[in-house]
């Protein structure tokens, strides 16, 4: 049942891939954050697919969902249901919740550090432990993962517990320019499709499924003794830096990179899961301390493992960087004239090419590191003979 479950996930994933550019490693962070029971939150300026990335996730999951975008001005009835009056006229308050967010299994708040101290306060009790006082009552809630979204990091101390309910925080930016063409392509499908005869997403697994999984995340959070002395050493590293990392957190993540092993098809975690570290940041400027933490321990992982490393997150990424190179070397090969306007735009985009090929720091990509290079001395000779 659990193998059926996790195929079916990977299915979401390959379909979410298709249709966000760029978004493979936020949307296997979604997949893992739901087979934990976690919650996520993505930080990033708007337009940048936050909202859409989580309904669409919301809807391959039959399951009960609740969506609001908050305000100061956000009431609790908005979130948590209205008064039941008849109750309420036989001296017992209480909240109707049916179909609210304590009825809800997966939940998405959008700007949720916008939201006020009384509605901050009933989160905080519901996200962590999961379990809801309605009107002197406390109810056992149902859900899975609630997924905030955010223009910004939360800059108020009053907000600390809050975001720290919120296990992963990850980066939502604009594309490279490298993305361009394909972002436009597709979008411009989607809207296509939009404007047709849209048939509604299908729901690929229910609620039960993904509880059925639990089990098998929970066997697979007895680290072993190597692991467990790398992810003691990577916490230290971690805190020593600056970066606020709690207890809480520390624990918790131990079931992400469960889930993690899990999805993967694995009997045990290993160190390509401590991936998960790279997004507990509290800053956006911590984001880059933590890359430049984790990164080397799996490049020396995927180095003595390279059959493991991700389809998902690398070799797709590299597809596509040389896709975008061979473009911009055939617009400049062809023998048109480039305006200036174009030739910064292939230039700007070269640059990111070369940074996230040197990143990627496999075999392919130094071999393509050497295209660039050559496509850039091309460049520089054309751009002399022409002054």
């Known amino acids: 049942m659990s ?3 996790i195929q079916r996930l990977r299915q979401m994933a390959r379909t979410l891939d298709a249709q966000f550019l760029g978004k493979q490693e936020c949307i296997r962070l979604m ?4 087979l ?4 996520m939150a993505l930080i990033g300026p708007p337009g940048t697919a936050k909202s859409a990335l989580v ?4 809807r391959m999951i039959d399951s009960r969902y609740f969506e609001y975008l908050l305000t100061r001005f956000t009431e609790p009835n908005e979130l948590f249901g209205p008064v039941d009056i008849p109750a309420f006229r036989q001296g017992t308050y209480r909240r109707r ?3 609210m967010l304590p009825d809800a299994e997966v939940v998405f708040l959008d700007e949720i550090f916008k939201s006020n101290s009384a509605i901050l306060n009933a989160l905080l009790t519901l996200l962590n432990e999961r379990k809801y006082n309605n009107g002197g009552t406390v109810i056992d809630v149902p859900l899975h993962s609630v997924f905030g979204a955010s223009n910004e990091v939360p800059q108020d101390e009053s907000l600390t ?3 720290d309910r919120f296990l992963l925080r990850v980066r939502s930016e604009f594309l490279d320019a490298y993305h361009f063409q394909d972002l436009v392509q ?7 499709e939009r404007l047709g005869e849209q048939k509604p997403q299908q729901a690929m697994l229910t609620s039960g499924d993904l509880l059925a999984t639990r089990g098998d995340v929970a066997q697979r959070m007895n680290l072993g003794d190597e692991i467990m002395a790398t992810y003691k050493s990577l916490v230290l590293s971690i805190r020593a830096e600056g970066v606020s990392l709690s207890d809480r957190r520390v624990v ?3 079931k992400l990179m469960a889930a993690s092993a899990l999805y993967d098809g694995r009997a045990q975690v290993d160190a390509s899961d401590l991936f998960v570290l790279k997004h507990v940041w509290n800053t956006v400027e911590q984001s880059e301390i933590l890359e430049g933490i984790i990164a080397p321990v799996l490049e020396a992982h995927y180095k003595a493992h390279p059959e493991a490393r991700r389809v998902a997150g690398i070799e797709v990424g590299l597809d596509a960087l040389l896709l975008e190179l061979q473009r911009i070397k055939s617009a400049l090969t062809s023998g048109s004239s480039t305006s200036d306007l174009q030739l910064f735009a292939h230039m700007r985009a070269i640059g990111e090419i070369k940074a996230a090929l040197q990143a990627l720091a496999t075999d392919p990509a130094r071999k393509a590191l050497q295209e660039v290079d050559q496509l850039l001395e091309h460049m520089f000779r054309a751009g002399r003979a022409g002054g």
Do not use: D, M, P, Y
Not at 31 to 34: I, R
Not at 36 to 39: C, D, F, I, P, S
Not at 186 to 192: A, P, S, Y
């Open 3 to 5: 193998q059926q479950v």
């Open 31 to 34: 997949v893992l954050s739901v």
């Open 36 to 39: 934990a029971g976690e919650h």
């Open 55 to 58: 309904r669409n996730f919301a």
């Open 97 to 99: 919740t049916e179909g």
């Open 161 to 163: 517990a809050i975001f």
């Open 186 to 192: 597709r979008g411009v499908q989607q809207e296509q």
């Open 252 to 254: 918790k993540l131990v």
